[in-house]
């Protein structure tokens, strides 16, 4: 069901402060993807580590799924646009994530997890986000939750926007997840053709939108599909308005910075060399997950 917004607009706009096209790769037993945020921008965009955005009606480009790995330090949201995984992991978990679905895991100390297709044949999309932990929670216990579509918060705009709230709030509408420390906002828009759309952000938030269908505009400039745009961090900017000559979907995501020492070697980040050579030696001796 979806709930009427009261929009608020936004006095300012923020603006684009470059585009990035994202690098084609492969993970796990080979799955075909477009790392969109790269290891490079995480101080920039503190506190997203990664966003991986993988799309294919291939299957050889993703039927071997993402097989046994560990994590430690940070959380992964999973939102399946189209398609079906099962998760299975090392604290007892277990969920099928599917069409327009959230998967929320934290690691914490440890995890040893798997993600796998459940279909041979038709279309898998969808993106996996990596939000760090503050230091204090590094070493937290695991925690996991499944939010199936029809679980997640949706509104609608005087406009016709769609908005899904994975996290944090939008025109007052609370998300499916919240998060004290890096306070993060994550948005799914489906804006027709000649709508806009204003969202209130922190001024000290980092924040960026993906672009994967269709085009939009933010304060004049384009931005096309599969390419990410930076927020301008503008301190007399209260927000984004996102503005779309064509029908477009859209991930607006934005949070707190955690102004912390990022030292990540794979699946694990920490905050410090020593923690993550402990990191390693735990999943080596069979102490980790």
Do not use: C
């Given at each position: 069901m979806?709930?009427?917004?009261t929009e608020?607009?936004?006095s300012?706009?923020?603006?684009?402060?470059?585009?990035?096209?994202?690098?084609a790769?492969?993970?796990?037993?080979g799955?075909?993807?477009?790392?969109?945020?790269?290891?490079?921008?995480?101080q920039?965009?503190?506190?997203?580590?990664?966003?991986?955005?993988f799309?294919s009606?291939?299957?050889?480009?993703?039927?071997?799924?993402f097989?046994?790995?560990?994590h430690?330090?940070?959380?992964?949201?999973?939102?399946?646009?189209?398609?079906?995984?099962?998760?299975?992991?090392?604290?007892?978990h277990?969920?099928l994530?599917?069409?327009?679905?959230?998967?929320?895991?934290?690691?914490?100390r440890?995890?040893?997890h798997?993600?796998?297709p459940?279909?041979e044949?038709g279309?898998m999309?969808?993106?996996q986000?990596?939000?760090?932990?503050?230091?204090?929670?590094?070493m937290?216990?695991?925690?996991?939750?499944d939010?199936?579509?029809d679980?997640?918060?949706?509104?609608?705009?005087?406009q016709?926007?769609?908005v899904?709230?994975?996290?944090?709030s939008s025109?007052?509408?609370l998300?499916?997840v919240?998060?004290?420390?890096?306070?993060?906002?994550?948005?799914?828009l489906?804006?027709?053709a000649?709508a806009?759309?204003?969202?209130?952000l922190p001024?000290?938030?980092?924040?960026f939108v993906?672009?994967?269908?269709?085009?939009?505009?933010?304060a004049?400039?384009?931005?096309p599909?599969?390419?990410?745009?930076i927020?301008?961090n503008?301190?007399t900017?209260d927000?984004?308005?996102?503005e779309a000559?064509?029908?477009?979907?859209?991930?607006?995501i934005a949070?707190?910075?955690?102004?912390?020492?990022?030292?990540?070697?794979?699946?694990f980040v920490?905050?410090?060399?020593?923690?993550?050579?402990?990191?390693?030696?735990d999943?080596?001796?069979?102490?980790?997950?």
């Amino acid at each position: 069901m979806s709930t009427p917004l009261t929009e608020s607009p936004v006095s300012r706009s923020r603006t684009v402060e470059r585009l990035v096209l994202g690098q084609a790769t492969s993970d796990g037993a080979g799955v075909r993807l477009r790392r969109v945020l790269t290891p490079d921008l995480q101080q920039r965009l503190d506190p997203f580590l990664m966003l991986d955005a993988f799309g294919s009606d291939r299957p050889e480009d993703y039927i071997a799924g993402f097989p046994e790995h560990p994590h430690r330090g940070f959380e992964t949201v999973t939102y399946m646009v189209a398609g079906r995984m099962l998760h299975r992991d090392s604290a007892g978990h277990e969920g099928l994530l599917q069409n327009g679905g959230v998967q929320w895991m934290t690691a914490g100390r440890g995890v040893i997890h798997s993600e796998i297709p459940q279909q041979e044949e038709g279309l898998m999309e969808g993106f996996q986000l990596w939000l760090n932990l503050h230091s204090s929670e590094k070493m937290m216990a695991p925690w996991y939750r499944d939010f199936a579509a029809d679980e997640l918060p949706r509104g609608q705009t005087a406009q016709g926007v769609k908005v899904t709230v994975i996290a944090g709030s939008s025109q007052g509408l609370l998300g499916a997840v919240s998060r004290p420390l890096t306070e993060p906002l994550y948005l799914d828009l489906q804006l027709p053709a000649g709508a806009r759309f204003d969202q209130a952000l922190p001024a000290a938030h980092n924040a960026f939108v993906y672009v994967y269908r269709g085009e939009v505009a933010v304060a004049g400039r384009p931005i096309p599909a599969q390419r990410m745009a930076i927020l301008a961090n503008e301190p007399t900017a209260d927000g984004v308005v996102i503005e779309a000559s064509q029908e477009a979907r859209v991930l607006l995501i934005a949070g707190r910075p955690l102004r912390e020492p990022i030292a990540q070697y794979g699946p694990f980040v920490m905050n410090s060399r020593e923690e993550i050579l402990q990191a390693m030696a735990d999943f080596r001796d069979g102490r980790l997950g």
